[in-house]
T-cell receptor, first 116, second 114 residues
Framework: AQTVTQSQPEMSVQEAETVTLSCTYD???????LFWYKQPPSRQMILVIR??????QNATENRFSVNFQKAAKSFSLKISDSQLGDTAMYFC?????????????FGKGTRLHILP | SAVISQKPSRDICQRGTSLTIQCQVD?????MFWYRQQPGQSLTLIAT?????????ESGFVIDKFPISRPNLTFSTLTVSNMSPEDSSIYLC???????????FGSGTRLTVV
């Protein structure tokens, strides 16, 4: 069974700083996807960034980037130039590749506070 | 990616009653998923709903308590039956984003049982 672990329950950083959220996972699969979702107080789950395991290049989406270390089963999220609107719960998630309708497994989340 | 409309957004219900949550997708999707999120916690999958067949439930969740319907490729409902205060949670539906890996989510239903 796959597991996703987020070891930082809560973090706070000043606006404009860079912050890194940690995520490790455990799987015996070789092909899979990893995601970071953001959940602001509105409750809406928003896909921030995704990574295909077969790609060595780290995914980047504007101020958001990941450090994907497949051998170490690590998938951290870096937020650069953090903004007040980045305040949210962030979930790391895993999905097996190949079965398009497979479920997504979520970590417990990291609550991120961006301070003015 | 698909857009999901979920309703109601919140409700306060009496114990022993039932509530049906609806999710409408703006395009056809193969699978829909129902999650529960207890206060301050992560998302736990309740069941997977495929059109035309019975839903597949995760361990700890049963059809009698959480019946699900999936009458077509754009719609699904989750009913929380015979509610108790322990059912107070956020319930979210999600769907395959049609070619975009990852899933889109409805805006959630905050349920309070008193």
């Amino acid at each position: 069974a796959q597991t996703v672990t987020q070891s930082q329950p809560e973090m706070s950083v000043q606006e404009a700083e860079t912050v890194t959220l940690s995520c490790t996972y455990d799987t015996s699969e070789n092909n899979y996807y990893l995601f970071w979702y953001k959940q602001p107080p509105s409750r809406q789950m928003i896909l921030v960034i995704r990574q295909e395991a077969y790609k060595q290049q780290n995914a980047t989406e504007n101020r958001f980037s990941v450090n994907f270390q497949k051998a170490a089963k690590s998938f951290s999220l870096k937020i650069s130039d953090s903004q007040l609107g980045d305040t949210a719960m962030y979930f790391c998630a895993f999905m097996k590749q190949g079965i398009r309708d497979d479920k997504i497994i979520f970590g417990k989340g990291t609550r991120l506070h961006i301070l003015p | 990616s698909a857009v999901i409309s979920q309703k109601p957004s919140r409700d306060i219900c009496q114990r022993g009653t039932s509530l049906t949550i609806q999710c409408q997708v703006d395009s056809q999707v193969t699978m829909m998923f129902w999650y529960r999120q207890q206060p301050g916690q992560s998302l736990t999958l309740i069941a997977t709903a495929n059109q035309g067949s019975e839903a597949t439930y995760e361990s700890g969740f049963v059809i009698d308590k959480f019946p699900i319907s999936r009458p077509n490729l754009t719609f699904s409902t989750l009913t929380v039956s015979n509610m108790s205060p322990e059912d107070s949670s956020i319930y979210l539906c999600s769907a395959d984003g049609q070619g975009i890996y990852g899933y889109t989510f409805g805006s959630g239903t905050r349920l309070t049982v008193v």
